[in-house]
């Protein structure tokens, strides 16, 4: 089984940073995909930002140029560097892997989504 564990979420005031990471641990064959999504109260989840093995990166119109995800593949890492916060990126974030859990499911080209258990990070004065 795997599981993702984040960090780094809290409560920033406008125009402050805040650094997200999470680590993913168990036993799976390989990790392709790792990224952030987030849920406001009352709203849909909706992808933040998403890297691949080989670092091509995609992001949300509403945070181009204010975060940066990254990843350390060797550590099973993803981080999130959020800079210039605004309220309306108050969420809980939530941290995504998706890979495949075995070589069965390599062969297959069956992938499987992981979820973390979601940090809160709240952007009020």
């Known amino acids: 089984q795997v599981q993702l564990v984040e960090s780094g979420g809290g409560l920033v005031q406008p125009g402050g940073s805040l650094r997200l990471s999470c680590a993913a641990s168990g036993s799976i064959f390989s990790i392709n995909a790792m990224g952030w999504y987030r849920q406001a109260p009352g709203k849909e989840r909706e992808l933040v930002a998403t890297?691949?093995?080989?670092?091509?990166?995609n992001y949300a119109d509403s945070v181009k140029g204010r975060f940066t995800i990254s990843r350390d593949n060797a550590k099973n890492t993803v981080y999130l560097q959020m800079n210039s916060l605004k309220p309306e990126d108050t969420a809980v974030y939530y941290c995504?892997?998706?890979?495949?859990?075995?070589?069965?499911?390599?062969?297959?080209?069956?992938?499987?989504?992981?979820w973390g258990q979601g940090t809160q990070v709240t952007v009020s004065s």
């Open positions: 890297i691949t093995r080989g670092s091509s990166t």
């Open positions: 995504n892997a998706r890979g495949y859990s075995d070589f069965e499911a390599f062969r297959s080209q069956y992938e499987y989504d992981y």
